[in-house]
């Protein structure tokens, strides 16, 4: 197996979007901090040792911006560059300045992207981040494509309208899982079936009437939850994580995303999302 990455993380990574994938970095690579390229370029003196990845902390569009990068690639340059961006970011591919030749990865998607990544590195195989700094999103999904799909064993429920549970039960049955579909109409949540995952559409559960989305997902107590929806913000991912969920995940998304998170909640012992300390 190989060793951990060296990681370089740049910029203003304090905030609190970041904090669980921070919390992951630290514990699964040899992690430097530092706040800006001059402290990075600083380090550098007494620490001549290459790294592996530069992950830029990127709160907003802009903040760090790839012309400021030249002088630490310069130093390292073998270095890819992947951005850890916050929700203010969501719309820079349009209208604002992504650096160009990175890997952009939203605070949301931190977790499955760079565990997949992760076990590619660690098993001497080719991650997205290995890939030359021209290639496109699209050379890093063909990448990854004619990789094995796990197998389970189980019952997931999908609770979603029509045109979102198709796909679902589509990813899920594509694992080897068994499906139910539950429409999401008031009084469902009686109808519990026995199921080992339920995979749930966000706005559809806000409409359901008169139970609560909340109050639904204290319901399923001890079965793993996924939520997907669109955009959630940190509050949102807050409020489903203290009523039980263990995942939200934003559309669009990577169907890779959410096979690994179905994986890792029905494959005991596979890492899971840490918990960051606040204090």
């Not at 359901?208 to 079965?223: F, L, M, T, Y």
Request: hydrophobic share 50%; aromatic share 6%; net charge negative.
């Amino acid at each position: 197996m190989a060793p951990p990455p060296r990681v370089l993380l740049l910029g203003p990574a304090e905030h609190a979007e970041f904090d669980a994938a921070v919390a992951l970095l630290a514990a699964t690579s040899t992690l430097q901090r530092a706040a800006d390229v001059p402290a990075a370029l600083a380090a550098y003196e007494t620490d001549d040792a290459p790294v592996d990845l530069i992950v830029v902390a990127q709160p907003h569009s802009g903040a760090l911006r790839g012309g400021d990068l030249e002088p630490l690639l310069a130093r390292a340059p073998l270095a890819r560059v992947l951005v850890l961006a916050g929700s203010w970011c969501e719309g820079e591919m349009r209208s604002g300045l992504p650096i160009a030749g990175a890997t952009r990865i939203l605070w949301h998607q931190w977790t499955a992207r760079w565990q997949q990544e992760l076990a590619r590195w660690q098993q001497n195989t080719c991650p997205a981040w290995s890939l030359p700094m021209t290639a496109t999103e699209d050379d890093r999904l063909l990448q990854a494509a004619d990789e094995p799909l796990a197998k389970l064993e189980g019952r997931a429920t999908i609770v979603a309208t029509d045109a979102t549970a198709g796909w679902l039960a589509d990813v899920c049955r594509g694992l080897g899982l068994a499906t139910e579909t539950l429409a999401p109409r008031a009084g469902f949540a009686a109808m519990r079936p026995a199921c080992d995952l339920v995979i749930f559409e966000v706005e559809a559960l806000r409409c359901d009437a008169p139970e609560s989305a909340w109050n639904w997902a204290r319901a399923w107590q001890g079965v793993p939850l996924i939520g997907v929806g669109s955009f959630p913000r940190l509050e949102d991912r807050a409020a489903w994580t203290d009523a039980g969920v263990q995942v939200l995940l934003a559309q669009p998304l990577l169907i890779d995303d959410l096979r690994w998170h179905i994986v890792a909640r029905l494959r005991p012992g596979l890492p899971q999302e840490p918990v960051a300390d606040r204090s």
